[in-house]
């Protein structure tokens, strides 16, 4: 069985840091949310995502295919506690778990 993402919405939560709502119907008004980290892979080959960036507000996220591989990868513009600009590159990968075949994302590149 694969579990796929479909991330509705990526949001700072001031208190729960980087947060995501996922759809879990049809309707809009029904909405699962989890802390992005839970999406995040931490293999040797993945970046640390630094706990201090928060996304920046507003038009902080791009799904695009960067990698070939048809799974869209994830883009995300940055902020750190001195308000310098980051960029954040997190590449879908498939990875086998106990219930499944499930997407994570990859931290492959970070820059300001």
Aim: aromatic content about 12%; some cysteine.
């Amino acid at each position: 069985m694969i579990h796929t993402i479909r991330f509705d919405l990526i949001y700072q939560s001031e208190s729960d840091g980087i947060q995501v709502a996922i759809g879990t119907s049809s309707s809009t008004s029904n909405y699962v949310f989890k802390p992005f980290s839970d999406f995040l892979l931490t293999d040797a080959d993945c970046m640390s995502l630094n706990s201090s960036y928060t996304i920046s507000i507003p038009n902080s996220n791009a799904f695009i295919d960067l990698d070939g591989d048809c799974m869209p990868d994830l883009f995300l513009t940055m902020t750190d506690s001195t308000n310098t600009s980051y960029y954040s590159v997190f590449v879908q990968r498939l990875v086998t778990s106990e219930s499944g075949i499930e997407h994570k994302y990859c931290l492959t590149s970070t820059q300001d």
